[in-house]
């Protein structure tokens, strides 16, 4: 049964840091490219960051987080990151991880291409 089970989610500052991790069980993970999507309340699921399948393998980015968030994977952890820095209100959000068997980062942008996700952690920013 594949697993995917994020946390570090929580209520932080404005202009404060965040590490969210995605761990993964029941699947090969050297297999699977890691994305993140997040989705804030009464809007739609978004595409945040990908990493491919490969031990340090390329990454991509949605333009609206580039230069605050950081996608890693430790493939010996069966783990994804999400590292977050400089936070705003706007990054309010439940953020979920999602596995895509030997995807492609031209498709990490769709929702669809995914064949698991995880359950989502909540992250709360005030200001």
């Known amino acids: 049964q594949v697993q995917l089970v994020e946390s570090g989610g929580g209520l932080v500052q404005e202009g404060g840091s965040l590490r969210l991790s995605c761990v993964a069980s029941?699947?090969?993970?050297?297999?699977?490219?890691m994305g993140w999507f997040r989705q804030a309340p009464g809007k739609e699921r978004e595409f945040i960051a990908a990493i491919n399948w490969r031990s340090h393998g390329p990454t991509d980015y949605a333009d609206s987080v580039k230069g605050r968030f950081t996608i890693s994977r430790d493939n010996a952890k069966n783990t994804v990151y999400l590292q977050i820095n400089s936070l705003k209100p706007e990054d309010t959000a439940v953020y979920y991880c999602a596995a895509d068997l030997l995807g492609l980062l031209n498709r990490a942008h769709q929702a669809r291409a995914y064949d698991y996700w995880g359950q989502g952690t909540p992250v709360t920013i005030s200001s």
């Open positions: 029941g699947l090969t993970f050297t297999t699977y490219t």
